[in-house]
């Protein structure tokens, strides 16, 4: 009983954590959709938004790649273990040697960026050619955004430091403030240039800065003191390095599959770039909102019980995080199917985003949504892998999940085009996901699948029978006409939406979904918190 009182309550702080981080999210990716439905009124899908693309995508790189994509998942198992094990202040001395070897390191690729920005847009976007007005406009817009790298990487430690706390509200709000700076831009920055894009691109610098400022009083509140301390040679430098190598060849190879579906897309039609960026921009919003903010919540807790060799509490945990993130992705996920075209058309089809741009970008979305639930599973998996400090594994199956979206891209790319592309990234995610389940099962014998697979049916099934209920509603009943207005079909879109999630709840409830309970603990965190204050 005292096991199963435990695994609840930290399947109610994980909750608690996530319904935290969703609801950041959720005002961040509405953001992000006005963002994007700005830019698409204004640029469209063409030249200029193709480069504004591209340059905005090569910070973002290498954000992933040495901020999130390595040292966030390497230092946070490590400053738990330091929390755990040894104590708030040995915690905050490693922390800021970290600190200061980063900022360092940052000021360097930052500065190299600034240099080798014709060779890296060459390198990106060897379709623009090198030379020419897109060439230019791309090396340009790189130019204005490569500092993001700089900001978004503090903002990515200050958040391991402040997860492993378990604050993870101004790590959520953060990218609010990229949204507001690059949505500012567009309209205050942009009417006064002689290429207004540029005004975009100056948003994405103002938004990186904006970002770190929110981070740094609730980091000094916390305890740690912002002054450098140079000790290259602590030990946890050392570890943190270790479990980074690794790491960082597996973002890069995350990173190289982002980068070769737009190398390829370079070579397909105008506008195949920002169709698929759109497309995505929509698939992230779901992924976003539960899968991300569930696998950010779960990560601290699975490297808890790592540090402490509690595998029992892991496996809990972590067959906890994949039902959730089932529950809520596997219903998205036929829902974007049902729904594409007419969320793209209500979102941006306005201005010089035409319906043909709308009709391609479902397209893509279609072939998206169908790996949803391989993306969203993957997040999960991998967090566990990292709170036990292993970060090789992820790597070697990634490798095989890159060969094989190659494979798939080049020869879906033909007959299918930009949505060939979408349909290789989810394949290829699919058989990561199975490989990466296959490798943990190894690691932790433990481990139960079949509640996760009974969970599972069980969210298909309700998936089903709401997807089925909004077809036909959508065919029979609210029929959209690309002329009524966007009110008007926004209006029958919310409601399709809310009729499906309530079809999906009530399916859920008859077929006994354990969980509602968890959804219904992810948005009462206030309760919550009081009854554990009480407590």
């Known amino acids: 009983m005292a096991n199963v009182r435990n695994s609840r309550s930290e399947g109610e702080k994980v ?5 935290v981080v969703s609801l950041f999210t959720l005002l961040s990716r509405v953001l992000g959709l006005i963002r994007d439905m700005v830019i698409a009124a204004l640029f469209g899908s063409g030249l200029t938004a193709d480069a504004f693309f591209v340059a905005f995508r090569i910070p973002n790189l290498l954000r992933r790649l040495f901020a999130e994509g390595s040292l966030t998942i390497a230092f946070i198992p490590v400053f738990t273990e330091y929390l755990t094990r040894k104590g708030k202040d040995d915690a905050f001395e490693m922390a800021r040697v970290v600190l200061t070897l980063l900022s360092l390191a940052l000021v360097i690729i930052t500065v190299l960026g600034l240099l080798f920005s014709p060779w890296i847009v ?13 060439y230019d406009l791309t090396v340009l817009l790189t130019r204005i955004t490569f500092p993001y790298i700089f900001f978004i990487s503090l903002v990515a430690f200050f958040m391991g430091i402040l997860n492993s706390l378990r604050h993870f509200a101004a790590p959520a709000a953060a990218p609010i403030l990229l949204n507001v700076g690059i949505i500012g831009g567009a309209f205050l920055i942009s009417p006064h240039l002689s290429e207004p894009i540029a005004g975009v691109a100056m948003g994405v610098f103002i938004g990186g800065f904006l970002q770190v400022v929110l981070q740094i009083p609730w980091v000094v509140k916390s305890g740690m003191r912002l002054l450098p301390l140079w000790m290259p040679g602590h030990p946890a430098v050392r570890r943190i390095g270790r479990l980074m190598l690794p790491a960082v060849f597996g973002s890069a190879v995350y990173q190289f599959n982002q980068f070769m579906g737009t190398l390829l897309a370079s070579f397909l039609p105008e506008g195949s770039i920002s169709w ?3 497309a995505d921009r929509v698939v992230q919003f779901p992924l976003g909102v539960f899968a991300i903010a569930i696998s950010t919540a779960v990560l601290p807790s699975l490297s808890g019980h790592a540090a402490e060799k509690d595998l029992d509490e892991f496996n809990r945990t972590l067959s906890y995080a994949l039902r959730l993130v089932f529950f809520v992705t ?4 036929l829902g974007l199917i ?6 793209i058309s209500i979102l941006f089809e306005r201005g010089a985003f035409s319906a043909h741009a709308t009709s391609m970008t479902g397209e893509a979305l279609f072939y998206y949504a169908v790996g949803l639930w391989a993306f969203s599973g993957i997040r999960i998996l991998v967090s566990a892998f990292y709170a036990l400090q292993d970060t090789k594994t992820p790597v070697k199956v990634a490798v095989v999940a890159l060969v094989v979206n190659i494979a798939l891209s080049l020869a879906l790319m033909g007959p299918l085009r930009h ?3 979408a349909l290789a990234l989810s394949l290829a995610s699919g058989v990561q996901f199975v490989l990466l389940v296959l490798f943990l099962f190894r690691r932790v014998k433990t481990l139960a699948f079949t509640p996760i697979l009974v969970s599972a049916l069980r969210s298909g099934v309700a998936s089903v029978i709401m997807a089925l209920a909004v077809f036909y509603a959508k065919k029979w009943w609210l029929v959209f006409n690309p002329e009524a207005g966007v009110l008007r079909n926004s209006l029958f879109l919310a409601v399709l939406v809310l009729l499906g999630a309530g079809i999906y709840l009530v399916s859920s409830r008859i077929l006994r979904a354990q969980e509602l309970r968890s959804l219904r603990d992810m948005f009462h965190t206030s309760k919550r918190k009081k009854e554990d204050h009480e407590q």
Do not use: N
Not at 330 to 333: L, N, W
């Open 338 to 343: 049902v729904l594409g075209r007419p969320i």
């Open 330 to 333: 596997i219903p998205a996920t």
């Open 276 to 278: 698929l960026y759109y």
């Open 15 to 19: 909750s608690r954590a996530a319904g």
């Open 419 to 421: 949505g060939g592309l």
């Open 122 to 134: 060459r390198i990106q976007a060897f379709g623009f050619g090198g030379s020419g007005m897109k």
